[in-house]
T-cell receptor, first 110, second 112 residues
């Protein structure tokens, strides 16, 4: 079993819909939780960063962390075709090694 | 200005060859990484250097040898390339203990 599990998708939604992404994890030592967006043939870029449990909002993006359930989510409101990409969750315990999920491919159709 | 830059972007080579990938960051970070992304998009850490010292060395064949001449540069040399080495290799950097890692554009290695 992988430390971080993420549904590979693809997740197809119409433009304007809410995109809901999630990851589950098994390592209770994870303290930092991140979401990266990766366009085809590009490097991952950091979208959201949260520490411990709670919610964080940034524009159209909301990240949620539930440490008791070992579950994190990313919501994208008013989705646009330009949001079509692979979204990767990543987590970190003490130390500087990031552990990634396998990514979810999202397609927003105009 | 590119924050983390890798060269080359594409690399096609024959089995058994030796090749190098170079990485440079201008973010002032003290920690750099090599990640490998396989065909299923799974990103896995290979190595991490902090101020030129190796601090993470995952279970990677010893044909892979990283070198950090200074904290802004991290290179990856691969000996005796095998078909299974075909993947996209990403360089990244961050502050030590920092969770915000910045990635380069990747080097797509194809071994034929």
């Amino acid at each position: 079993q992988k430390e971080v599990e993420q549904d590979p998708g693809p997740l197809s939604v119409p433009e304007g819909a809410i995109v809901s992404l999630n990851c589950t994890y098994s390592n209770s030592a994870f303290q930092y939780f991140m979401w990266y967006r990766q366009y085809s043939r590009k490097g991952p870029e950091l979208l959201m960063y949260t520490y411990s449990s709670g919610n964080k909002e940034d524009g159209r993006f909301t990240a949620q962390v539930d440490k008791s359930s070992k579950y994190i989510s990313l919501f994208i409101r008013d989705s646009q075709p330009s949001d079509s990409a692979t979204y990767l969750c990543a987590m970190k315990a003490a130390g500087n090694k990031l552990t990634f999920g396998g990514g979810t491919r999202v397609l927003v159709k105009p | 200005d590119t924050a983390v830059s890798q060269t080359p972007k594409y690399l096609v080579t024959q089995m058994g060859n030796d090749k190098s990938i170079k990485c440079e960051q201008n973010l002032g970070h003290d920690t750099m990484y090599w990640y490998k992304q396989d065909s299923k998009k799974f990103l896995k850490i290979m190595f991490s250097y902090n101020n030129k010292e190796l601090i993470i060395n995952e279970t990677v064949p010893n044909r892979f040898s990283p070198k950090s001449p200074d904290k802004a540069h991290l290179n990856l040399h691969i000996n005796s390339l095998e078909l299974g080495d075909s993947a996209v290799y990403f360089c990244a950097s961050s502050h030590l203990q920092g969770a915000r890692a910045f990635f380069g554009q990747g080097t797509r290695l194809t071994v034929v």
